[in-house]
């Protein structure tokens, strides 16, 4: 499918094996255009996350007490834990997100 996706699934360690490995192969289809926009607690003892920080264009980890998520009624509430943020597309050429997710920073 082509388009831009944001994926920010439950913190639970089966949905994030499952939805890891969804995103890395839904972008080695070369046949549609796709950018995937994702953020997870940073878990580092987890093999997905490390085969997902080999597969992104950009990943980075974000501090804890030193970015922040949105409830729904646009309340800012700091991050007590590590997140780690992905960019996964299918393009041939190298594009910056290094700048993507500054918004989340405190």
Do not use: C, Q
């Amino acid at each position: 499918t082509d388009g831009t996706w944001v994926v920010n699934p439950p913190y639970i360690a089966s949905l994030l094996e499952a939805v890891g490995k969804k995103l890395i192969k839904s972008v080695s289809n070369k046949n549609n255009n796709l950018t995937i926009f994702s953020i997870m607690p940073y878990w580092s003892d987890m093999k997905i996350i490390a085969n997902m920080r080999k597969k992104a264009k950009y990943s980075k980890v974000l501090e804890r007490d030193k970015h922040f998520y949105e409830t729904p009624t646009g309340k800012k509430v700091i991050s007590k834990f590590e997140s780690i943020v992905f960019v996964f597309d299918n393009y041939d050429d190298d594009k910056d997100y290094s700048t993507a997710f500054d918004t989340m920073l405190t």
